[in-house]
């Protein structure tokens, strides 16, 4: 058996390991998590059960009621709980990385473990509060830094950790906001940075290590290409985004520019 056999083996069960080791751990901490975030709901419940009531009736009647409430505070829980366990785990998206998959390194198993606990939220919890200032809240908590009046109204935001929304951002429905894109086998990662009173219309893809300046408005269904600067107090659309101007003279098509 040569040395290089040898090496391929090795690394080969270095990376079963590994995987072995990630899938552990999520089903562990995640677990976890979700039993915490179900706790108060039994303990309501076995409150409510040994409840007695008027009458039959009433009782069916009082616990039909209470299962909306009890799923509204288990995603609640939840999403207090998750950033905890991501944050006291240390599992983030990393800055600026370029991962290759096939090396399974801890780097990107942390940020695989971090994105289950984001879809876990985003599946149990999002639908009830995206769009409102408890999402907001839970994106801060799971690392996102976002400043005042920020409202993200999509489930498909990903990588908090690489997301910095300035005051007034307004995310519209569907719109993808990703730390990440894969390319040639590489996990590569950048921030996306949104100043002031940045707004995204529905359904617009903005890809890894964008910039957007103040008062920038991107249109619905518009592509923004990674490493994008997008001027503050302009206008952009189109797949990819193209700066909008003023508008032009009578018969005359007005003119852009792509974006830089």
């Not at 991962?99 to 149990?124: E, G, K, N, S, T």
């Not at 993200?152 to 519209?172: M, P, R, T």
């Not at 002031?196 to 219309?201: C, N």
């Amino acid at each position: 058996m040569t040395t290089d056999s040898i090496a391929g083996r090795a690394g080969r069960l270095t990376g079963a390991w590994r995987v072995a080791w990630t899938v552990v751990t999520i089903c562990a901490v995640q677990g976890a998590v979700c039993g915490l975030a179900v706790l108060p709901v039994m303990l309501l419940w076995s409150r409510l059960i040994g409840w007695q009531g008027p009458g039959p009736a009433t009782r069916l009647l009082v616990f039909s009621l209470m299962v909306a409430p009890s799923y509204v505070l288990f995603a609640l829980f939840l999403m207090g709980l998750s950033p905890l366990a991501t944050k006291l785990t240390g599992w983030r998206t990393p800055p600026r990385a370029d991962m290759r998959i096939a090396d399974l390194d801890w780097p990107l198993l942390d940020w695989v473990r971090y994105m289950v606990a984001i879809h876990i939220v985003r599946f149990f919890a999002g639908t009830l509060f995206r769009g409102s200032p408890l999402w907001t809240a839970y994106l801060r908590l799971n690392g996102a830094r976002l400043g005042r009046r920020v409202y993200v109204n999509s489930l498909a935001v990903s990588d908090h950790s690489q997301l910095i929304f300035e005051d007034d951002v307004v995310i519209g429905s569907d719109v993808h906001v990703s730390g990440h894109t894969v390319e040639g086998g590489l996990v590569k990662t950048a921030p996306v940075r949104l100043g002031d009173r940045v707004t995204i219309g529905l359904g617009t893809v903005v890809n890894i290590d964008v910039e957007a300046g103040p008062d920038c408005q991107i249109g619905a269904l518009s592509l923004v290409p990674k490493h994008s600067r997008l001027d503050g107090g302009a206008v952009y659309v189109g797949i990819p985004v193209a700066r909008l101007t003023s508008p032009a003279a009578p018969g005359r098509p007005p003119a852009d520019r792509p974006c830089s």
